[in-house]
């Protein structure tokens, strides 16, 4: 079994009204309980938009260095990230596309190594 990160930039979401997200609730949990009862979900969740409660560690320079905020300045952002376990990168592409309609946003996938 490989594990695969099927993920966003909450850039992708798009701006919706309250009612709309709602919308996305059931669908999107839905195909989160499905994962878990298929064996194959290892972790999901969303990640906070507030990139002021975030920060980073580089310690590239031979001294760690933690500071608020992002590591470099961007545009885009991760949102949210559901990891998986399953035999094959096809098995992968139909959860991906499952999590995609569920949210009602792209997704990407990529192996975990």
């Known amino acids: 079994?490989?594990?695969?990160?099927?993920?966003?930039?909450q850039q992708w979401v798009g701006d919706h009204d309250l009612e709309w997200f709602l919308s996305r609730v059931e669908p999107s949990t839905a195909v989160v309980r499905?994962?878990?009862?298929a064996g194959v979900l290892v972790f999901a969740g969303g990640l906070?938009?507030?990139?002021?409660?975030?920060?980073?560690?580089?310690?590239?320079?031979g001294?760690?260095?933690?500071?608020?905020?992002?590591y470099t300045?961007?545009?885009e952002y991760l949102g949210g990230i559901t990891i998986?376990?399953?035999p094959d990168?096809?098995?992968?592409?139909?959860?991906?596309a499952r999590v995609a309609e569920g949210c009602g946003w792209p997704q990407e996938v990529r192996?975990?190594?």
């Open 63 to 70: 001294t760690m260095v933690v500071s608020d905020g992002p």
């Open 84 to 86: 998986i376990d399953v």
């Open 1 to 9: 079994m490989t594990q695969y990160a099927i993920y966003f930039h």
């Open 48 to 61: 906070v938009e507030d990139m002021a409660e975030a920060f980073s560690a580089d310690g590239t320079s």
């Open 89 to 96: 990168i096809e098995t992968a592409k139909m959860w991906a």
């Open 34 to 37: 499905d994962m878990e009862e």
């Open 111 to 113: 192996v975990v190594k």
């Open 73 to 75: 300045e961007t545009t």
